[in-house]
């Protein structure tokens, strides 16, 4: 199990369509989960760095004593969500993703999507590596620079993964990917605007009502 486990994660950087394929006929849902506890104590790894906790919180030394006594309960949090929360946000995004694509008229299988989805998130372990490696070198300013490409290879990797498993052209995967991102985002704009037209509303009559006592 163990080789299996490194083979796949090898074979989504060398030949990740094969890759794909092999996840979701086989659909390792313990591999995965293994794989989910990785990505998410990774960035951990940051926050054992003093100097990158300074820059970033902003605190004075008695501050920073104080917080990192409390490092422990930090360390709790972090596994406590990378083995439950974790988990749980992949399930329901692989339910979002089922859901649409069974709307586009599609039939696939929750467990090979799960499976695929997790493992397209390997390119994540080495932009991770690399985030620790410029935050112990004082270089975390240019940490979004590595990090954008390896974002884009691991969308690239999803759409694959939800093209494998439904057997759909590429446009239609790129399609149901963007779709939740998509609605997320004009439903912000629809809150904000909303807010905005509460607040005018609200500031109308103050001002009429400042300007007639001036």
Known sequence: MRIIFFRRIYGMIIRPKETLKDISENKPIVQSLILLVILGLMPFMMFMN?????????LNPMEMDMFQRMMPAFFIFFIFGAMLLAPIFQFISTGIYNLLSEFFGYEGNGKGLFTTLVFASVPNIFANIFNIIL????????????????TIWVI????????????????????I???PGIVIFVLFIIAMILMF???ASQMGPLMNEFGTTM
Do not use: H, R
Not at 50 to 58: E, G, K, V
Not at 135 to 150: E, H, K, N, Q
Not at 162 to 173: H, Q, R, V
């Open 177 to 179: 990917y963007f779709i």
């Open 197 to 199: 037209t509460t607040i």
């Open 50 to 58: 003093n100097d990158f906790l300074y820059n970033a919180a902003d």
């Open 135 to 150: 935050v112990y070198s004082g270089a975390i300013s240019f940490s979004w620079l590595l990090t954008l490409p390896f």
């Open 156 to 175: 690239v990797l999803k759409i694959f993964a939800i093209k494998e498993n439904y057997s759909m052209s590429g446009g239609k995967a790129t399609l």
